[in-house]
């Protein structure tokens, strides 16, 4: 089949471009060295993982050792720049295990490319050429994966991330591990499940986000309307009872900022939140995109007029 399309996927200080019809269906906990899994409707198509290393790997041997130990693996010499790798017969396809040195950042990225039939060239030279890592010293990182296109402050690192039928849940902490800040970012399909009318309201939203949260954990203590992406949108200061023992005896109410909007053109809802005393400095690097080309939000201006 031809394929013409191809899509960005940034994840993990990773970006890259691959066929549009390849998802992630699998990636290694926040926690583990990143490795991600693309396929398609039906089958795997690409294993991946990168690593920074201490010391700069000779790839050149790396691969002449696995022709002379596996049979049937034959070196692949015109591969885009900086890539290694070989080919070997899988069923009726072929099976690529590729890596490249990135010197400037020491990252080691390491694939597998798996050709049901024929091996489609361009389509394997365009992932090569587009795979790069992010340096970690950009002011905003973007993460682009399940559908979801973030700018975040670079500081901020993934936590934990959650894809379910209908719902995608990225958490990011920065700071100190004490402090557990958390910037929560969820994407909602079936918006005309919950809102079968055509125009939706920022109360609707505000009636919608509260039905979701636990009223023994956290109230609303401010909402007014707003606008995200060019949305209608909610905004939402949270009081909520935090974890620690000694902070819940004395009454300490955490303070969270939450922004949700209908994507009329994604059929979607979003719900962004961050800690309130943060806002102000995350308003200039975070951005949530979805639909169209803007970034731009109006989000925190009330917060900056009003202090
Ligand atoms: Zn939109």
Same mark, same amino acid.
């Given at each position: ?44 198509? *690409?294993?991946?993982? @990168? ?7 000779? *790839? ?38 590729? +890596? ?14 798996? @050709? ?18 992010? =340096?970690? =010293? ?8 399940? +559908? ?41 399909? *079936? ?69 949700? @909007? ?46």
């Amino acid at each position: 089949m031809a394929i013409h399309e191809f899509q960005r996927l940034c994840w993990r200080n990773i970006e890259m471009l691959c066929p549009a019809e390849w998802e992630m269906t699998f990636s290694s906990s926040p926690a583990d060295t990143p490795r991600i899994i693309l396929s398609d409707r039906r089958y795997e198509r *690409l294993k991946m993982q @990168w690593r920074q290393l201490s010391y700069t790997p000779e *790839l050149s041997r790396v691969i002449e050792k696995h022709q002379d130990e596996v049979e049937h693996v034959t070196i692949l010499n015109s591969l885009p720049e900086g890539w290694y790798g070989t080919i070997a017969p899988c069923g009726s396809g072929s099976v690529i295990h590729a +890596g490249k040195f990135f010197s400037k950042t020491k990252m080691l990225v390491e694939l597998i490319l798996f @050709w049901n039939k024929q091996r489609e060239k361009h389509i394997e030279e365009k992932i090569m050429e587009s795979i790069h890592p992010v =340096s970690s =010293s950009v002011q905003s990182c973007l993460w682009e994966a399940m +559908g979801m296109k973030v700018k975040i402050p670079s500081e901020c690192t993934l936590s934990a991330f959650n894809a379910e039928a209908g719902q995608i849940l990225w958490k990011f902490m920065y700071g100190d591990k004490k402090s557990k800040k958390e910037v929560i970012i969820c994407r909602i399909a *079936l918006l005309r499940a919950i809102f079968p009318q055509p125009d939706i309201s920022w109360e609707d939203l505000k009636a919608f986000i509260e039905s979701q949260a636990n009223p023994r954990k956290s109230r609303i203590a401010r909402a007014e309307s707003s606008t995200y992406n060019g949305h209608t949108a909610v905004r939402i200061v949270w009081l909520t009872i935090p974890d620690g023992m000694i902070k819940r005896l004395t009454g300490y109410k955490n303070k969270i900022v939450e922004v949700a @909007w209908a994507c009329p053109v994604e059929e979607k809802i979003y719900r962004l939140s961050i800690p309130f005393e943060d806002c102000h400095v995350l308003s200039e690097k975070l951005h949530v995109k979805c639909c169209g080309d803007r970034w731009k939000s109006t989000l925190y201006d009330k917060e900056q007029k009003g202090k």
